[in-house]
């Protein structure tokens, strides 16, 4: 956070907080509603603690996420979108990749499609979590990481 904005016209005022944005990765609760604003107002805040108490929103039930409440795997599938990665280029929301060497060693290649398997994890996490906006963002990303592993 920024108490003004580093060039003129170009921060933006944050949402909830004092001070400005530096037009980075912005506020995640905009793309991942970590306190189910949504919910809280389909519901009410009532109806939505009781929910919650009683284990009934939407959430991953089985495999290695079953153990963590809904927020953390929330936090769980932001963290697999949005993870920097030192085999990551210099701009990783820039979508175009160099053509895909034949020439990659196995491990550059792994990581590759282990980086394309987490991207389709995000989009079936953000689908259990009921998540539209990062199941775009998991789109989006798989079809990068498509490109970085495949060409």
Do not use: W
């Not at 905009?30 to 284990?55: M, N, P, W």
């Not at 409440?69 to 030192?86: T, Y």
């Not at 980086?115 to 953000?126: E, I, W």
Request: charged residues 35%.
């Amino acid at each position: 956070m920024l108490d003004q904005p580093s060039l003129p016209g170009t921060g933006y005022k944050a949402l909830g907080a004092e001070g400005y944005d530096d037009g980075g990765v912005a506020d995640l609760t905009l793309v991942i509603d970590l306190d189910d604003s949504v919910l809280r107002r389909k519901r009410g805040d009532t109806e939505y603690f009781q929910a919650l108490k009683a284990d009934l929103l939407p959430r991953v039930t089985k495999g290695p996420y079953a153990q963590f409440p809904r927020r953390e795997q929330k936090i769980r599938l932001a963290k697999l979108l949005f993870s920097d990665d030192e085999t990551e280029s210099e701009n990783p929301s820039e979508v175009y990749q160099e053509p895909v060497d034949d020439d990659d060693d196995e491990e550059t290649k792994k990581v590759k499609v282990d980086r394309l398997n987490q991207g389709r994890m995000a989009l079936n996490l953000s689908n259990v979590l009921r998540e539209p906006a990062c199941a775009s963002l998991s789109l989006s990303e798989i079809s990068k990481r498509r490109l970085a592993a495949h060409g």
